[in-house]
């Protein structure tokens, strides 16, 4: 930095010089000034210098965009409903709505309501279109999410469904595997939103067979997450054995085959069978040449 504004005073102390001898001096001067202004731009790029080259780096490897998008993770898109009279078709399509509006930063209603009609299809569309319609004649309108998702219910939601549920709910009951009972009880439940947490335990206790509910109660479960927990881990004590019979097993049905494939009704000690399987020739059924016999 000294050498360099030492530089230039002397440029300054030629100019001096040159403009009191030289005619010529103001062209010249406005040379060296325009040398001057140069000059300092490169001083100021010469302190800043590492900073600017750094900043220059980032701005090439940087996406456009900028940093955030760059480290966005990708966000998949929810799938379509076509119209299915299913309440759960329709609450998990209107849930994955939301969580991609959450995901993707959606604030405006009106670009709510454009988005989530895009991922309607086959008979949703339909309907739609006839509910756009209706909104072009100022008819009908659907200008936020939230009156959306009610038209959506009133359209699909079957009738009843809760009422339904609960009366399916009191034929729910263990006659098969633990998991089975398990996998069905939770699938009415999620029909049925205003029941308590104390009636979705007994209702879960109530349909169990004597030997898991004595089992769960001996645990001391307190909802029903926790006896569905505890349920699934049960051994089902009344599933029958998975092996293969052992031989004179009394459990064996009437229709079991025996070891070798004889049918139960030919015993292996009975006559026809030792004629059969033995390797003893029967008397009674060769001729005397066959016996190795004389006959007198």
């Known amino acids: 930095m000294a050498n360099t504004k030492e530089r230039i005073d002397a440029l300054e102390a030629q100019i001096r010089d040159m403009i009191k001898n030289d005619p010529d001096a103001p062209g010249i001067l406005k040379q060296f000034s325009l040398r001057l202004d140069a000059l300092e731009v490169n001083l100021e790029a010469t302190d800043n210098g590492r900073y600017a080259e750094n900043m220059d780096r980032a701005v090439v490897n940087t996406p456009a965009g900028g940093a955030e998008q760059a480290s966005r993770p990708r966000v998949p898109e929810p799938k379509s409903y076509g119209g299915a009279r299913d309440a759960k078709e329709v609450e998990n399509f209107i849930f994955n709505i939301e969580q991609y509006f959450r995901a993707i930063k959606v604030d405006s209603e009106a670009t709510k309501v454009s988005m989530a009609t895009m991922y309607l299809v086959g008979d949703a569309k339909l309907w739609w279109r006839k509910k756009y319609a209706e909104i072009e004649d ?8 939230d009156i959306l998702k009610r038209e959506l219910k009133s359209q699909f939601f079957p009738e009843n469904t809760a009422f339904n549920a609960r009366k399916a709910l009191l034929e729910c009951k263990h006659t098969g595997s633990v998991q089975e009972y398990c996998q069905a009880f939770s699938a009415l439940m999620l029909d049925i939103s205003d029941m308590s947490a104390v009636d ?3 209702f879960f206790m109530e349909g169990l067979k004597p030997w898991a509910r004595i089992e769960l109660n001996r645990r001391r479960v307190n909802n029903l997450n926790e006896a ?9 004590y009344n599933s029958e054995p998975q092996g293969p019979p052992q031989r004179g097993n009394p459990s064996r049905s009437i229709g079991d085959k025996k070891p070798g494939g004889q049918a139960p009704n030919q015993s292996w000690g009975s006559k026809s069978n030792w004629a059969s399987n033995s390797s003893t020739p029967n008397p009674k059924t060769l001729k005397p040449h066959a016996l190795n016999l004389k006959c007198s």
């Open 228 to 236: 569905i927990i505890a349920a699934e881990s049960l051994l089902d």
């Open 138 to 145: 100022g008819s009908c309108v659907i200008n936020t999410w």
């Open 200 to 202: 979705r335990l007994f």
